[in-house]
């Protein structure tokens, strides 16, 4: 059974940072593309950043230059450091998985950024 737990969301101040992690099981984590996308308020879930199994890396050009994804295959983890945040970042973050036949979705950690 697939399960994407993410974690790391909260309130900041435009201009702090964040750090969000994804927690997967019942997939080999290692040969999966992962990626982050996010839902604001009465808006369509949309990218913002992708790893794939080589650790190639895909950004929405929104947060390129203030987002960083990465992995961690040993803990089956994939992470979002977000940094220089600006309210429109606000979101609910979700975790993805994707390739071979499979693409699931975790439940989300809302991320609100104030101005």
């Known amino acids: 059974q697939v399960q994407l737990v993410e974690s790391g969301g909260g309130l900041v101040q435009a201009g702090g940072s964040l750090r969000l992690s994804c927690a997967a099981s019942?997939?080999?984590?290692?040969?999966?593309?992962m990626g982050w996308y996010r839902q604001a308020p009465g808006k369509q879930r949309e990218l913002v950043a992708t790893?794939?199994?080589?650790?190639?890396?895909n950004y929405a050009d929104s947060v390129k230059g203030r987002f960083t994804i990465s992995r961690d295959n040993a803990k089956n983890t994939v992470s979002l450091q977000m940094i220089s945040l600006k309210p429109e970042d606000t979101a609910v973050y979700y975790c993805?998985?994707?390739?071979?036949?499979?693409?699931?979705w975790g439940k989300g950690t809302l991320v609100t950024v104030s101005s």
């Open positions: 993805n998985v994707f390739g071979l036949g499979l693409n699931y």
């Open positions: 019942g997939i080999i984590f290692r040969i999966y593309t």
């Open positions: 790893i794939t199994s080589g650790f190639t890396t």
